[in-house]
């Protein structure tokens, strides 16, 4: 529901019954942690060990970002994350990553904050909703002002005195609590999406790894028996510039960058129509020995010459599909490693000539196993990337309703409210 509202400098409009306030309001002091030296390794849950500034994104703590610490460090070190209180990162290398939040479900007596990381103490004379208080250091407009005030060349980061003064608006508890309980749903939504989102991608790799031995048994062909390099240039005046992402495969820079990052003249450049393979000789994560990804999006496109482009020769003997599945699971790994002469990179890419990459034996069943083989990988794939688009909605209805909730442009029933799930 509406309500009246008043307009004040630095903020906006507000609920005449909410208060003009600021952080230091409703937050008492900002601990924080020390400098201290840490081990290059993941710690286990019970070793003492101080938090790394990734151990905190907007709206999820995790306490395994962090690195071992012994001896006079670990007597230096003195503020771990307490219960219902939440910890603020005030320094990083990217100002979007200043002011980033985490709400704490427990005691974390082991962990310790570093001191690029504080942690609110919320008054004791006043009832403060922490998780209201998440909320609204994660909003928009929170954060807008944080990127605003961070400074720094290398280090971005932010000043208590800074943080402390931003306004916001206080409602009542009572209303801070159900706006809280109500964001939290969509939290539980999101959260509940990605544990079926990780459980399906268990389940997906579980099939890719039993596709990996079903392969291992049958007939190896080398890819030049069934495919061709494609060495066409770009004369046709093609603008859609590609480019590799292990998550998205073959997208175009535009939309994946937001920007062009090639060359202005781009008629020397391969042009890859749908259905057509480029290799990637760039390691990335999961993928060592470069990615393999096959155009999908588009119905053509075209790729610097320094990636090998392939289409496929013999489609009665090859399933394009079962092949893009075969690429993914790494199965060619093996071979990719032994024909790459180690430390000899050229473009910092690696050393895999066009001759040893078209000799790769490729393991292929036959076209009705390929098929049946493609389908189940392929109903897997869609499970996943419907559960990715449904944790998107909810993402972005949370995002919605954090603007209208925490501004009091709309107004909530405080006589429903959850009062012993608030914080």
Known sequence: MSSAMK???????????????????VVDALESGISVNGHARTPSDDEPAVLKVSA??????????????LGNDLKRAKCTPKSGQVII?????????????????????????????????????CKVSTKWLLYVLASARIKEKIRNLATGTNIKNITKEEFLSLPIGIPTFDEQC?????????????????????AKTIQYKHIVRELIKRTACHEEIELKQFAEPINTKNSVGDKNVLTSSARDGLISQLEYYNKSVSAEDVSGYYRIEKGDFAYNRSSATGYPFGAIKRLDRYQSGVLSTLY????????????????????????????????????AR??????ITKADFFSLKVPLPSIEAQREIATKLGLA????????????KYTEQKRGLMQKLLTGEWRVNTDQKETDTCA
Not at 7 to 25: A, F, Q
Request: aromatic share 8%; net charge neutral.
């Open 308 to 343: 090998l482009c392939f289409r496929l020769t013999n489609m009665e003997r090859v399933d394009s599909s079962y092949l893009g599945d075969l690429f993914e699971a790494g199965v060619l790994n093996g071979q990719l490693r032994r024909v790459c002469q180690a430390g």
């Open 7 to 25: 307009s004040v400098p630095h903020l906006g409009k507000i609920p005449t019954d909410w208060k003009l306030g600021r952080i230091y309001d």
């Open 346 to 351: 050229s473009h910092g890419l690696l050393n």
């Open 89 to 125: 990162s005030r320094a990083s290398g990217s100002a979007k990553h200043v002011g980033a939040c985490a709400y704490v479900d427990r005691d974390y007596p082991n962990r310790y904050l570093s001191d690029k990381l504080w942690q609110t103490v919320t008054k004791a004379e």
């Open 381 to 392: 794939r869609k499970e996943i990337e419907f559960l990715g688009g449904l944790k998107e």
């Open 56 to 69: 905190v994104t907007y709206g999820t703590f995790n306490q395994s970002a962090s690195k071992p610490i």
């Open 178 to 198: 159900t706006i809280a309980n109500l964001l939290s749903t969509w939290d539980e939504a999101i959260e509940k999406t990605e544990q079926l989102i990780q």
